[in-house]
C-alpha cells in the first residue's frame, strides 16, 4: 500500500480453517497504514503466484472502496501484470459518499 506521503505498508494472507476468520494481504497492509496515522492512498500492488494475477477479493474490494479510487496493480511471480482503478474493480461502491447522501448531507460536508 504506497501512501501519498511516499510511505509503503505491507500485508500478508492469515488463513484460518474457518475461512471467515481469514484476513487478506490487502487489509492488513490498510490497517497497518491506518494504525500509523496514513488514510491517503496512491495506490496498491497485489502479488500472488495465480496465473493470470488475482484480483482483490470482494471484502478487500469494499475496504479499498472506503479509502477513494485508486491505481491496484495485479502481479504474479511469473512478472503477468495487469493495473485497474479501485472503481473498476468495484463499480457503484457502498462508500462514504453514500453514507453521507443517506444522511442527508452532500459529499465532503457535514450537518
Known sequence: MLTSDGRVF???NVENASYGLSVCAE????????????SDFEGIAVVTQSVPPAAPCGACRQVLAEFGDFPVIMANLEGDQRTATVRDLLPLAFDPAVLE???GNEPGRTS
Open 10 to 12: 505491507m500485508g500478508c
Open 27 to 38: 487489509r492488513h497492509a490498510i490497517a497497518a497504514a491506518v494504525a500509523a496515522g496514513c
Open 101 to 103: 447522501a443517506a444522511s
